[in-house]
Structure formats: structure tokens, C-alpha cells
């Protein structure tokens, strides 16, 4: 029978609180290192239920309306190739249903741009107005845990703060990372 892990559960107030960075950063290093995973709780405007219903709302559609939204690969006539719908496919080492969203709030890419920027930089293909506010809003949410979270690994490895972030801000407002 597997073994099943306690997480230890982190405060996100305790961590935004910026006291006792380095004891914090390396109990997280110690829980990623014993287990690999974290349990942050109390996270100010996250309602788990209300994400729940978003991502019912949007995977019970029908497999038709969801390819409106599939990557190009899905959907040759889809202009998206980096985020959107991916849909089960049999015999692929991945099978799951599975969307990729990422930060709409930067400049698009340039049509010259590299991969890796189209990736970062690729608009959302949204199926609603509601769906999109949810998850834009759940995105944000997730992404200010990321980088606290980060931000403590890095001072636990005895790095800087930005060690594992600052890519992710240089230039613009802030980059994919999710």
C-alpha cells in the first residue's frame, strides 16, 4: 500500500509577511526535498469552488465546441499553437484534457519572435467572457503564490530572492510562469 505524505502547511501571510525569509525558505527547501510538494493555505481571494464550477463549465462542453479552442495541431484551422484546448488523444504518453492559459496582459509577440516568446506571449483563446475573467483572475492568484514560493527556495538554497523570478520580469510587466 503507498505511503501517504503530510504536507506541511505555509501561511500565504506568513510568507508575504517577508519575516523569517530564510527560516521559511528553508523549511520549504526541506518539504520539497522530503516530499516534493506544499500545502499553502489561507490565500487571500481564492475560492476554490468558484474555479471548480469555471473549469466544469468549460470541460463539459462538447468536444466540437471545445476544438474551437484547440491548438493548431488539434485544429489546423486554429491560429494558436502554443495555448488553448488539447484534447484526449490516444497512444501519446500524456492522456489527459488539459488547457494551457498564460498572461495576457503583455504586448503580443513579433511575427519575427522567437519560439520561446510566441510561447510566453501567445494570446489566451477564451471560450466566454466569464471564463476568462475566472480564470485571468485564478491566473494572478496562482502566479503571486509562484513567485512567493520561488522567492523563498531561492533565499532556503542561500541565493537572492530573484534567483528563480527575475527572468520572468525583465522587460516587461512579467512574463509566463505558472
Same mark, same amino acid.
Given at each position: 500500500?503507498?505511503?501517504?505524505?503530510?504536507?506541511? *502547511?505555509?501561511?500565504?501571510?506568513?510568507?508575504?509577511?517577508?519575516?523569517?525569509?530564510?527560516?521559511? !525558505? $528553508?523549511?520549504?527547501?526541506n518539504e520539497f526535498q522530503k516530499v516534493g510538494f506544499l $500545502?499553502?493555505?489561507?490565500?487571500?481571494? %481564492?475560492?476554490? @469552488?468558484?474555479?471548480?464550477? *469555471?473549469?466544469?463549465?468549460?470541460?463539459?462542453?462538447?468536444? &466540437?465546441?471545445?476544438?474551437?479552442?484547440?491548438?493548431? $495541431?488539434?485544429?489546423?484551422?486554429?491560429?494558436?499553437?502554443? $495555448? !488553448?484546448?488539447?484534447?484526449?488523444?490516444?497512444? +501519446?504518453?500524456?492522456?489527459?484534457? &488539459?488547457?494551457?492559459? !498564460?498572461?495576457?496582459?503583455?504586448?503580443?509577440?513579433?511575427?519575427?519572435?522567437?519560439?520561446?516568446?510566441?510561447?510566453?506571449?501567445?494570446?489566451?483563446?477564451?471560450?466566454?467572457e466569464k471564463f476568462q475573467k475566472s480564470i485571468e483572475m485564478?491566473?494572478?492568484?496562482?502566479?503571486?503564490?509562484?513567485?512567493?514560493?520561488?522567492?523563498? +527556495?531561492?533565499? !532556503?538554497?542561500?541565493?537572492?530572492?530573484?534567483?528563480?523570478?527575475?527572468?520572468? %520580469?525583465?522587460?516587461?510587466?512579467? &512574463?509566463? +510562469? @505558472?
Open positions: 500500500m503507498a505511503e501517504i505524505a503530510d504536507l506541511k *502547511s505555509f501561511s500565504y501571510s506568513t510568507l508575504a509577511n517577508k519575516e523569517n525569509k530564510t527560516i521559511l !525558505g $528553508r523549511e520549504i527547501v $500545502r499553502l493555505v489561507d490565500i487571500p481571494d %481564492f475560492d476554490d @469552488s468558484e474555479l471548480l464550477e *469555471s473549469i466544469k463549465c468549460y470541460y463539459e462542453r462538447s468536444k &466540437q465546441e471545445k476544438m474551437k479552442f484547440a491548438l493548431k $495541431r488539434f485544429a489546423e484551422n486554429n491560429k494558436n499553437e502554443y $495555448r !488553448g484546448y488539447m484534447p484526449l488523444v490516444k497512444n +501519446l504518453p500524456v492522456f489527459k484534457e &488539459q488547457t494551457d492559459f !498564460g498572461n495576457n496582459s503583455i504586448a503580443p509577440p513579433a511575427e519575427n519572435a522567437p519560439d520561446y516568446e510566441k510561447y510566453i506571449k501567445e494570446r489566451n483563446n477564451y471560450s466566454s485564478f491566473y494572478e492568484i496562482y502566479h503571486k503564490c509562484a513567485v512567493l514560493i520561488l522567492e523563498h +527556495l531561492a533565499i !532556503g538554497i542561500d541565493e537572492k530572492e530573484d534567483f528563480f523570478t527575475r527572468v520572468f %520580469f525583465e522587460g516587461e510587466k512579467d &512574463q509566463h +510562469l @505558472s
